[in-house]
Structure formats: structure tokens, C-alpha cells
């Protein structure tokens, strides 16, 4: 059965192709449309005609929708989803559950309408938060988990405007939805499935125009540290098979709104953009796993392959991390209050900086014009205060939050812990 993690109950979808060999999972990014008035493009109805193809030949279990669901603006209302998603992806054809997470264009209207959809209950729209968990068993009683996150709340607005301005984030609009956000990918990660993966809309890296929008972030030292096979994408309107550090890095973000070109980037196996596409109108991806391997399939839109990765194996389990060494005491005196916070300064998330509060006070020794810190307890996040305020105003600021403990440098004389 299919469960899903991150909200109060689990949802179990259709039934899985349990008595194929093949597990086949099919992928789409930037597949949504273009307005109200064209709720399915000419490209889409090619695409979703091929992938048609396919899923009835893998009779496929699944398909993840990788962002940008509802072109050019996102929805308010769930008017499009009768032909926008429905209708398009008409059960005659794909009698299977889909999988969603929001896009940058989803952002630019109401994601919550998205979500409340799925509350529907009809099995085939899934998309239950912001970021959730997908487990399945395969036939061979392997485990395949897929995390899936809102990219665009934990990294910010990357986006291209129709004169060809880009966007490029700058960072999440909340920074504690984000933490939070980049907490529960790490838990979704800390598994022993066979098959791991990440998807969100954002690629991690990418040789197309939108670039490696989410290089910079946890998310490939994530993927390393919990031996994570790869991250599923879509964002750039092209395809890619990238391999980086040990992991596939695949794109398929060319379901619905045209061709972005290439460049280039170290890492890069196969792609197809408006540079060598061709007659290509338009294409997907599918995860496809049997008991001898898994790899990753590229589609035209008339369900023709165009490129496939190696076959590789089951993940190892992530090996246990040594203990983190004993951190140094720092070098100053700290006032430190429990089950208290006080952001007062300049508040800078310098995010993990070790599992314990005496790491975030050598790393506030370590900034300039650090005067105080908080420490969130429950992902171990450091925020560093810094400014020229006085102690007196700093303790005006403090409040009860049994998620956070405060600190502020003292002189030894006075230090206390309450």
C-alpha cells in the first residue's frame, strides 16, 4: 500500500502494479497549463499523450507532478482542476495516484488550494502539505522512499519573467519555515530504505538557464550524508542526467511551457534543450526499479526513449556518524537563560552548528559584534544576536519558549544560569 508521512493520518492510494517485476514511477515538471482560459497546452496534450504510452506498457504505479502545476500565476480557486488536471489526466488512461509539490508559479497564487484538493479525498490528486513522505514496498519487499519538499519556501523565489529577467533567490521569506522545513527533510532522509530519492521543484544543479538553484543549500550534503540515491527535479524547462558526488541529479521540467537552452556543468551526462531538441516537442522521466536494479528513463512526447541511466543497486544503510567531539569551552562568560528567547540585534541563523548550545557560543565568539544568542532546541539551530544593545534591554526582550534556550556574553563577575 501507499502511506504518506507529514500530516496527522496516513493515505493510502490505489493499489501497486504488485504483480509486475518492473516498479515503474513516472515524473513531469512545469507541466501546468498557461492560464485559466488554456488550462492544457499544445505541448502538455503531447506530452501527457506519450506518457500515456508508457504508463500502459510499465502499467507505472505512480506519477510525480515536480512543480509549477498551474501556469502563469498559480490558482485561488480549484476551478482548473476538473480540465487542468482531471480531464487531462483522464482515469481511462492513468488509473494510478499522482504526486504533487508546488513550484515557483504555484507560490504566485495559493498553494493552500492545492493542498485542500487532496483533502477531497479521491486518491488521485495527493498533496497533503508542503513537504511529506512517500513509502512504498515494492513487489520484491524492497522500500522505496521518496521525500518531498516545498523548495520554494526553504530557498526563496527563483524565477524568469516573459522578457527573459531572471530571479534568483535570496532566501526563504520565513526563516523559521524553512528550519522547519529543512528538519523534517533530514528526518525523512534518516531511513533504511532500499530506494531513496528527494523531489521538489528546484534542482539542486542544472545546466540550463535557471541555473543550480539549490547548489548552495543542504540539500546536497543531505543527499551525501544519508546516501540518498538522487534528487528529482524539474524548474529548468529542459532534461538532465547530472551525477555529482555519488548521486543522480535528474531534471524533467519540460511538460508543458517550452524549451529553455543549455550551457554547461561538470557533472552532466545526457540533456536535451532548445539547443539539440529537434523535432522534440516536449518530454518526462520514469523511475523505473526490478529486482536485478533501478534507473532513470527520458521520454519524448511520443513515449520513445531518449536517453537511460546505468543500472544501479539498493542504497547501503547511511553509516552511523562518530560522536561529535566535546566543543571547546568559549573563551567568554555567558549569561544563559532556559526555556527562554530574546531576538533583539541583528538575528543571523547560522543554522546547525553542532549538537550542543556550546557550539553556537564559540560560534558567537567567532562573529563580529555577537552579543547574544538563542539556541532552538528542537533542530539544534543557532541564531546569533548581534549589536550594540545592552544587557538590560536584551533580558526586556526575553519571553517563555520551551523551544529555545538564550545566552548573553558576560563578564565573569556576573554570569548566572536560571
Request: glycine fraction near 10%; proline fraction near 4%.
Amino acid at each position: 500500500m501507499f502511506r504518506m508521512l507529514g500530516f496527522a493520518a496516513p493515505v493510502v492510494g490505489f493499489a501497486a502494479n504488485a504483480s509486475a517485476s518492473t516498479y515503474s514511477v513516472l515524473m513531469i515538471g512545469d507541466w501546468g497549463g498557461s492560464s485559466d482560459s488554456t488550462p492544457v497546452t499544445n505541448m502538455e496534450t503531447a506530452v501527457i499523450s506519450g506518457m500515456a504510452q508508457v504508463a500502459a506498457s510499465k502499467k507505472s504505479a505512480m506519477t510525480l507532478l515536480l512543480g509549477d502545476n498551474f501556469y502563469h500565476s498559480g490558482i485561488k480557486s480549484s476551478g482548473r482542476f476538473a480540465a487542468g488536471f482531471e480531464n487531462a489526466f483522464s482515469t481511462q488512461k492513468f488509473d494510478m495516484p499522482f504526486y504533487a509539490i508546488a513550484g515557483n508559479h504555484d507560490h504566485l497564487g495559493k498553494v493552500s488550494v492545492q493542498i485542500d484538493y487532496h483533502k477531497q479525498g479521491s486518491g488521485r490528486w495527493n498533496f497533503p502539505d508542503y513537504d511529506y513522505t512517500i513509502d512504498q514496498t515494492l513487489p520484491d519487499g524492497k522500500k522505496l522512499r521518496i521525500c518531498m519538499f516545498d523548495s520554494v519556501k526553504n530557498t526563496g523565489l527563483s524565477h524568469m519573467y516573459d522578457n527573459g529577467t531572471m530571479v534568483v533567490p535570496d532566501g526563504p521569506k520565513d526563516l523559521e519555515a524553512a528550519s522547519v522545513s529543512w528538519s523534517k527533510l533530514e528526518s525523512c532522509l534518516n531511513c533504511d530504505a532500499d530506494y531513496l530519492f528527494t523531489a521538489a521543484h528546484y534542482p539542486a544543479y542544472s545546466g540550463c538557464q535557471h541555473g543550480s538553484v539549490m547548489s548552495k543549500t543542504q540539500l546536497p550534503d543531505l543527499l551525501k550524508k544519508y546516501n540518498a540515491h538522487g534528487h528529482l527535479a524539474g524548474h529548468d524547462h529542459c532534461m538532465q542526467h547530472i551525477e555529482k558526488d555519488g548521486c543522480l541529479h535528474v531534471v524533467a521540467g519540460a511538460g508543458s511551457d517550452g524549451w529553455y537552452s543549455y550551457s554547461s556543468i561538470s557533472g552532466a551526462k545526457w540533456h536535451i534543450s532548445s539547443n539539440n531538441k529537434g523535432s522534440v516537442k516536449g518530454g518526462f522521466a520514469e523511475l523505473e526499479i526490478s529486482s536485478s536494479g533501478a534507473k532513470i528513463v527520458y521520454y519524448d512526447d511520443k513515449g520513445s526513449e531518449l536517453h537511460s541511466t546505468g543500472s544501479f543497486g539498493p542504497r547501503s544503510p547511511s553509516p552511523s556518524p562518530s560522536p561529535s567531539p566535546s566543543p571547546s569551552p568559549p573563551s567568554g562568560s555567558w549569561d544563559c537563560r532556559t526555556n527562554k528567547k530574546a531576538a533583539t540585534g541583528t538575528d543571523t541563523n547560522l543554522q546547525h552548528t553542532g549538537d550542543a548550545i556550546e557550539t553556537c557560543q564559540q560560534a558567537c565568539e567567532d562573529t563580529s559584534n555577537c552579543v547574544a544568542l538563542y539556541w532552538h532546541k528542537t533542530d539544534n539551530h543557532c541564531h546569533v544576536l548581534t549589536g550594540s544593545f545592552s544587557k538590560d534591554k536584551w533580558e526586556g526582550k526575553l519571553s517563555s519558549d520551551s523551544d529555545y534556550d538564550s545566552c548573553f556574553k558576560s563578564t565573569s563577575s556576573d554570569v548566572q544560569v536560571v
